[in-house]
């Protein structure tokens, strides 16, 4: 579906969003990779959970249209903060992968009433000393396949193989992402920032991330007030490809933990 929002501070944004399942509800925020990265996963979860799970496209990815004024991460988390509102969701848990981990991070320090815990997995945005975030724009596919994964022979994507479509939106994703992460996808003021955010976060990393490392997983965790961090073994950049099962279990325990309507969070 398709939703029209007006965003303060940046106007008519269109969001189009897919929605499975039925139960808590979940927003799901792709990584760099696209919407692909994420909706196996978010099948998954509604399969296996009583969840109701939305992914959104961040406009710009996989050819939607993006507003001239949406040109940061803080303007997408503003964007989906106004979305759980025109939604009307209560009770929501937020996980973002890679740079949807940094828009759910924007969206900790808005304070919606309406979410009852974040969970950040293999989030970048923030700078660390000595444990710098790889240079995505500048590796090949399969140098990062290789920093990406676990197993990067299973799961790397060879883009030669792909149909010409996939590759020219591959392409396009790549610039949005550009745009509104920038080249070094940090933000030198995140981190301070984090310490103000009063919502329950959970700091999911898998242990053989190169993208960023466990330290920056670490540090990350550390920079948020009470956040509580964990290690999925034998998982790289992308758990919810390599061990999504893990992942479920890892982000149901917390979401119930941290639910305000508990009758909602029936397990199957």
Known sequence: MDVALTVPGLGPVEVTVTERGQGHPFLLLHGGGGPLTVNPWADRLADARHARVL????????????????????????TYTTLLEALDLQDVTVIGNSIGGWIAAEMALLHSPRVSSYVLVDAVGIEVPGHP???FFSLTPTELAALSYHDPQ????????????????????????????????????????????TTPTLVVWGEADRIGDTAFGRSLAAAIPGAQFTVLPETGHLPQIETPQALIKTVWEYAD?????????RRR
């Open 257 to 265: 933990t941290h639910a305000t309507m508990k009758p909602g969070l």
């Open 154 to 197: 299973t799961y790397g994507i060879d883009p030669a193989r792909l149909p010409p479509p996939v590759r020219e939106a591959m392409a396009g994703n790549r610039a949005a992402l550009e745009v509104y992460a920038g080249r070094a996808m940090t933000d030198p003021t995140l981190a301070g920032r984090l310490s103000g955010v």
């Open 55 to 78: 992914t959104p496209v961040h406009p710009g990815f996989n050819g939607t249209p993006r507003p001239g004024a949406l040109d940061s991460i803080a303007g997408l988390a503003a």
């Open 133 to 135: 975030v790889a240079d």
